[in-house]
Nanobody, 115 residues
């Protein structure tokens, strides 16, 4: 399975973006699907995850603003980002995790929040 993330761009503070991550195969068998982000000079940090049964979790800084979802029929994971702040600026990566031997990353998509 390969992952293709898209939807990044330049947005003003307070704006919204939706990032889709399309998989080349079924996403249902993965134990966890997630979005991570990496700002310049920083490590890659977890943003949000979703399980096959739809349980979600978020890092504190995005709770109430970001929503992770998935469309199993389309093999796509989404990250809806609202009320964007400058500190959300980063390269965003999608991830599909089954186990330590099968952990797949998509290419990143740049999100820049600036006026």
């Amino acid at each position: 399975v390969q992952l293709q993330a898209s939807g990044g761009g330049l947005v003003q503070p307070g704006g919204s973006l939706r990032l889709p991550c399309a998989a080349s195969g079924s996403i249902f068998s993965f134990n966890r699907l997630g979005w991570y982000r990496q700002a310049p000079g920083n490590q890659r940090d977890l943003v949000a995850t979703i399980t096959p049964v739809g349980s979600t979790s978020y890092t504190d800084s995005v709770k109430g603003r970001f929503t992770i979802s998935r469309d199993i029929a389309k093999n796509t994971v989404y990250l809806q980002m609202n009320s964007l702040k400058s500190e959300d600026t980063a390269v965003y990566y999608c991830n599909a995790y089954r186990d330590a031997l099968y952990n797949i990353w998509g290419q990143g998509t740049q999100v820049t929040v600036s006026s």
